[in-house]
């Protein structure tokens, strides 16, 4: 990823939160805040993931880090979460709700098990997280919530409908915090990516290619010919969206649901 050159210490003294933060769009907003001299915060249930991250950003740009194993739709461990934070940090400045998982199902035959399941992860979680963080940051006067939503959320997908409902859900949800946190000069925003090349992208292409009864791959390719930019996205696509809303630069930005899709919405 390159370097910021042109912010390299923008969050330094800050302290940056990203639930999902051991792989894919959550590691990479880790780096980014990183890289631009945040104190970094993970959250992750793969405990040994979430720890070899938080070691490699440390090492890599001499900033503190912090692994936590914690579920985000478990509201007591959240809760703990954050007190352990501010017991090191004494401050959160940035919370990412990124955690998220997808799972390809025709609507006929999604359990209830697997609904919940998604409902959960993808919007409980955001919930609890957001509840638990909003009086740190109504205290300070302070703070950034960020929150992955889709173009999911925006638009429907074949055999997706539970996770087009929780992504459309959280869109709801950060235009209704973003009004009550306004007045304490806490800004709430949604960036809906398109397709970005990671491991769940790469399971979706699986999901759709096997119901579909095509062969790998066939999804991604037939979406980057159609994607305006003809191409798919990457994280650091993403993480640059996501540092700019963290950032003094959008302290008037909130309740937005910000694509990031290469206009793939647009066809």
């Given at each position: 990823?390159?370097?910021?050159?042109?912010?390299?210490?923008?969050?330094?003294?800050?302290?940056a939160?990203?639930?999902?933060?051991?792989q894919?769009l959550?590691?990479a907003?880790a780096?980014?805040?990183?890289?631009?001299?945040?104190?970094?915060?993970i959250i992750?249930l793969?405990?040994?993931?979430?720890?070899q991250?938080?070691?490699?950003?440390?090492?890599?740009?001499?900033?503190q880090?912090?692994?936590?194993?914690a579920?985000?739709?478990?509201?007591?461990?959240?809760?703990?979460a954050?007190s352990?934070?501010?017991?090191?940090?004494r401050?959160?400045d940035?919370?990412?709700?990124?955690?998220?998982?997808?799972?390809?199902?025709?609507?006929e035959?999604l359990?209830?098990?697997?609904?919940?399941?998604?409902?959960?992860?993808?919007?409980?979680?955001?919930?609890?997280?957001?509840?638990?963080?909003?009086p740190?940051?109504?205290?300070?006067?302070?703070?950034?919530?960020?929150?992955?939503?889709?173009?999911?959320g925006?638009?429907?997908?074949?055999?997706?409908?539970?996770?087009?409902?929780?992504k459309?859900?959280?869109i709801g949800?950060?235009?209704?915090?973003?009004?009550?946190?306004?007045?304490?000069n806490?800004?709430?925003?949604?960036v809906c990516?398109?397709?970005?090349?990671?491991?769940?992208?790469?399971?979706?292409d699986h999901?759709i290619?096997a119901?579909?009864?095509?062969?790998?791959?066939?999804h991604?390719?037939?979406?980057?010919?159609?994607?305006?930019?003809?191409?798919?996205?990457?994280?650091?696509?993403?993480a640059g969206?996501?540092a700019?809303?963290?950032?003094?630069?959008?302290?008037?930005?909130?309740?937005?649901?910000i694509?990031?899709?290469?206009?793939?919405?647009?066809?």
């Amino acid at each position: 990823m390159q370097q910021p050159e042109n912010h390299p210490h923008r969050f330094e003294d800050r302290v940056a939160v990203i639930t999902g933060g051991a792989q894919g769009l959550g590691e990479a907003f880790a780096r980014r805040f990183a890289q631009e001299g945040a104190c970094v915060v993970i959250i992750d249930l793969q405990c040994d993931k979430c720890e070899q991250v938080a070691t490699r950003l440390h090492d890599e740009y001499c900033v503190q880090t912090l692994a936590v194993d914690a579920s985000v739709s478990d509201r007591d461990a959240i809760k703990e979460a954050v007190s352990h934070i501010l017991d090191e940090f004494r401050r959160i400045d940035i919370w990412v709700n990124n955690a998220g998982v997808y799972r390809g199902t025709a609507m006929e035959e999604l359990s209830m098990e697997e609904w919940h399941f998604m409902l959960e992860v993808n919007y409980t979680g955001v919930f609890v997280c957001t509840q638990a963080v909003a009086p740190v940051m109504k205290r300070q006067r302070s703070g950034r919530i960020i929150n992955m939503s889709s173009i999911a959320g925006r638009t429907g997908f074949k055999n997706s409908v539970a996770y087009c409902s929780t992504k459309a859900a959280v869109i709801g949800l950060t235009r209704a915090t973003a009004m009550d946190l306004a007045p304490y000069n806490v800004t709430v925003n949604a960036v809906c990516p398109g397709t970005i090349m990671t491991d769940m992208v790469l399971k979706v292409d699986h999901d759709i290619c096997a119901n579909e009864g095509w062969p790998p791959g066939t999804h991604l390719k037939n979406k980057a010919e159609a994607i305006p930019m003809k191409r798919l996205g990457t994280v650091e696509d993403v993480a640059g969206v996501v540092a700019f809303l963290a950032s003094e630069d959008a302290a008037f930005v909130t309740g937005q649901a910000i694509e990031v899709d290469g206009g793939e919405l647009l066809i």
